[in-house]
C-alpha cells in the first residue's frame, strides 16, 4: 500500500522544547497518570487550578522551542511528493499556533488537545485518518515517545518511526529509531522508491 499520509507529534518530533516532563508529574501530584487523563479527572475547582499550572509551564517551553534540524526541508519533501501531513498534539491550540507561526510551518491538518482526544489513546490518528480521507495502511506515524507508539498501535498504524538517540528505550517496541530526522528522511525516500 502506498504511502499517502504522515501524522506527526509536535514537542520533542518537530521542535525540540525544554520539557521536563518528571518535574512537571511532580508538580501536578499525577500519581503516575497521564497529565492530561489526570487533570480531565479531577473536581472543581482542582481542575482548573491544575490546567492553569500545565499551561503556564507549556506556555514557557514552548517559547523556547527551536526546529529539529531537518525538518524543514522533510515537510517540504513531503509536500513535493504529494504527502499529507497532520499535526496531533497533547498541547494547546494556542501553542501549536505559535510553533506553527514562529517557524512558518504547513501542515493539511492540525489536531490539538481542544478535540478532547490526546494520546496515548489512538483516537486522535484514527480521527485524521477519517479526516484527511485515509486508510490505516497509507499513514505512518512519527513521534519521540512511546504516547506516539502506544496511540500508533491503539489505531493500527504499523508503521511508526520514532525520533530519539536512546534506542535502547524502544527495543521492546516494533518502531523504527531514528537520531536525526536526515535519517528519517532517507528511510521515507526508501520506501516511496520501493513502491514505485
Known sequence: M??????FDMDGTVVEVPYDWKQI?????????PILTFIQSLEEPERSEKW??????ENEATLKAVLKDGM????????????????ATNNSQRNVSFILNKFNLEFDYV?????GLWKPSGAPLLFILKKLNLKKEEC?????????????DEAGITKIFIL???????????????KTVIDLKERIKQILETEE
Do not use: P, W, Y
Not at 52 to 57: D, H, R
Open 2 to 7: 502506498k504511502l499517502k499520509g504522515i501524522v
Open 25 to 33: 508529574k511532580e508538580e501536578l501530584m499525577t500519581q503516575g497518570k
Open 52 to 57: 492553569k499550572v500545565l499551561e503556564k509551564l
Open 72 to 87: 524543514q526541508e522533510l515537510l517540504d519533501f513531503l509536500k513535493e511528493e504529494g504527502i499529507k501531513k497532520a499535526l
Open 111 to 115: 489536531l490539538s488537545r481542544e478535540k
Open 140 to 152: 505512518c506515524v512519527v513521534g519521540d515517545s512511546h504516547f506516539d507508539i502506544k496511540a500508533a
Open 164 to 178: 530519539n538517540e536512546d534506542k535502547k528505550n524502544f527495543s521492546s517496541t516494533q518502531a523504527e529509531i531514528f
